[in-house]
């Protein structure tokens, strides 16, 4: 007799997945070679920025006091004593009505506290000479040491996704090297006896094995480095072995397929074998309703759906923010939003439903033939649209969720059911 399987809600699979994924430590890799990387400690700023005062403009630094008054009948002359441009340092002090022609991004000599613009000099006779035909506030047209940031401010929290800014900032403090959450070893499992090589040609029964290059690449856009095993047909003995050596060489394994009822789906009798903890093998959602996961001390096997949709949605809400999990990040979960359904979706969703689909910033729409074992909706879908278990019979102008894909950094909390 069929063991009986209960579904739990998406939210509790998630939470069950997350409570278990331990964070493995951390290493230093050169600043060149840290995006997509996690930050291991919080960036704090060692000096400030700017760490002096200096020109916006190109122009000349002024005392503004010295341009009290000034009007185009009651033009102001300055002479200038020195002249700068960036990197160069004035040694003179300013007196009274004079400049320092300075370029921008340069140190604003001592003494003057306001930059006339070369746009707002007038060229007078005399050389080394300028008029100016309005007053200058004090700070005006200035760059004001720490005014981006102050010496000792946290600027990033640990747990941050390295981006071009984070590459910017660590650069600004001569980090030449980044202390970086350590990143998972994947393997990655694909079972099936119909299953053949990329480049083998197709026989009777027989399909190409999409699902692990596609979860590679799924990896590949976290930044998580994969191990590709040999695909295994549906024999258990073939599939333990692999299973085995995988959990040896890597930090969890990833299968697809074997993984549901089926007489020569052998993924449950594998985890009884392996003795491993299993987390959850039925979730109310469709696609990827079989995705099963379960752990040995702290070592991950999800199993995933042969169904490649099912496999690319089980992937993209349970791997995703578990590894990022061991990876230290803060924000887990995918990037959430809110848009109007582009036409009628009629099906019945008695599970949570996850739509692959096109979003364009205001609509959303299925990316076409949509069923679990749909391959063409996965590559032509940015999106998932996520339709409530329990509900039917969506609108064109309805408003429902949507989760982004494929982006950096999502958000720290999961808030759908
Ligand atoms: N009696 C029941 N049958 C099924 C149930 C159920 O609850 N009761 N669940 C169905 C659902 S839902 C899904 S999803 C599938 C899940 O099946 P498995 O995870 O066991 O996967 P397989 O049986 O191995 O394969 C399913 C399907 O996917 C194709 N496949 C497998 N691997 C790959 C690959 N690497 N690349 C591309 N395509 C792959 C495979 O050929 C099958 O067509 O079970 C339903 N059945
Ligand atoms: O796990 Mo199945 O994908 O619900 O279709
Ligand atoms: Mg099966």
Known sequence: MLEARTPIPVSEAVARVIEKALPLGSETVLLAESYGRILAAPLVATHDVPPFNRAPYDGFAIRSQDSAGASNENRITFTVVDHIGAGEVSHKTLGEREAVRIMTGASVPSGANAVVMLEQAISSEAEATFMIRKPFAEQENLSLRGEDMREGEFVIPAGSFINPGTAALLATFGYGEVEVAKRPVVGVLATGTELLEVHEALTPGKIRNSNGPMISTQLARMGVPCKMYKMASDNLEECLVAVRKAMEETDCLITTGGVSVGDF?????????????????????????????????????????????????????????????????????????????????????????????????????????????????????????????????????????????????????????
């Open 265 to 417: 789906d052998y993924l449950p009798a594998i985890y009884e074998r392996i003795q491993a903890e299993v987390l959850f093998n039925k979730v109310a959602m469709r696609p990827g309703s079989v995705t099963t996961v379960a752990h040995v001390d702290g070592y991950f096997l999800f199993g995933l759906s042969g169904n490649p949709s099912a496999c690319y949605t089980g992937f993209e809400l349970f791997v995703r923010p578990a590894l990022l999990k061991k990876m230290g990040a803060q924000k887990l979960y995918l990037p959430r939003t809110k848009a109007v359904l582009a036409g009628d979706f009629t099906k019945a969703n008695p599970f949570t439903r996850f739509v692959r689909a096109v979003y364009d910033g205001t609509h959303v729409r299925p990316a076409g033939f949509n069923k679990s074992n749909a391959v063409s909706s996965i590559a032509r879908g940015d999106s998932l649209i996520v339709l409530p278990g329990g509900t039917r019979g969506f609108k064109a102008g309805d408003v429902v969720d949507v989760l982004l894909l494929g982006v950096d950094e999502g958000l720290s909390g999961w808030a759908l059911s």
